[in-house]
């Protein structure tokens, strides 16, 4: 069965502090996304990487990074966590080339930046 | 202007009802396009992907106009089950969503 896997569910972080998030998908896929999902702005793109160790910047990359050493690992840093980053994180990743198929998420990490 | 933009909603519809959602999307070279679920408090899954003929699953219908790039959704007969926002999904080299469109079906 298809698995993408968030490090944690729940984080609670002081302004300042430096946070990782982490996503680990079992399906050998090429693609994998970083999202945030907030009320009446749905889903906006933070970082992709269509391969290990490459990147793509989406709509608000501003105060994140990413890393991708490994295919199957995809983490998100917030090097100086603020509080407009209190968010819903979700990743994602998607097999191939072509992005015909099923983006398959994983279960999301809410953050709370304090 | 936003990449993909949805009917703010939301819907609250009777069970039976036929109810439609719609999308549009800014690059026209966009490759392929979904509609997605979310359910409340999970993650997004997909219901269905849209095909230039159009396509149908059971009570669900998706259409595309690339000319006018614009999508919808339709469903018939809703059923409370069908509760749940619905977000459209454009790949433009990446997976861009519409803000979603929450819809209620009551008894």
């Known amino acids: 069965d298809v698995k993408v896997t968030q490090s944690s569910r729940y984080l609670v972080k002081r302004t300042g502090e430096k946070v990782f998030l982490e996503c680990v998908q079992d399906m050998d896929h090429e693609n994998m996304f970083w999202y945030r999902q907030d009320p009446g702005l749905g889903l906006r793109l933070i970082y992709f990487?269509?391969?290990?160790?490459?990147?793509e910047k989406g709509d608000i990359p501003e105060g994140y990074s990413v890393s991708r050493e490994k295919k199957e690992r995809f983490s998100l840093i917030l090097e100086s966590a603020s509080t407009n980053q209190t968010s819903m994180y979700l990743c994602?990743?998607?097999?191939?080339?072509?992005?015909?198929?099923?983006?398959?998420f994983g279960e999301g990490s809410r953050l709370t930046v304090l | 202007r936003k990449e993909v933009e949805q009917d703010p909603g939301p819907f609250n519809v009777p069970e039976g009802a036929t109810v439609a959602f719609n999308c549009t999307y800014s690059n026209s070279a966009s490759q392929s396009f979904f509609w997605y679920r979310q359910d409340c408090r999970k993650e997004p899954k997909l219901l269905m992907s849209?095909?230039?003929s159009g396509n149908e699953d059971g009570r669900f219908t998706a259409q595309l106009n690339r000319a006018s790039q614009y999508m919808s959704l339709l469903i018939r007969d809703s059923k409370l089950s069908d509760s749940a926002t619905y977000l459209c999904v454009v790949n433009m080299n990446d997976m861009r969503f519409g803000a979603g469109t929450r819809l209620t079906v009551k008894p």
């Open positions: 990487s269509y391969d290990v160790k490459m990147k």
């Open positions: 849209v095909y230039s």
């Open positions: 994602a990743s998607i097999p191939g080339q072509g992005w015909g198929g099923e983006l398959f």
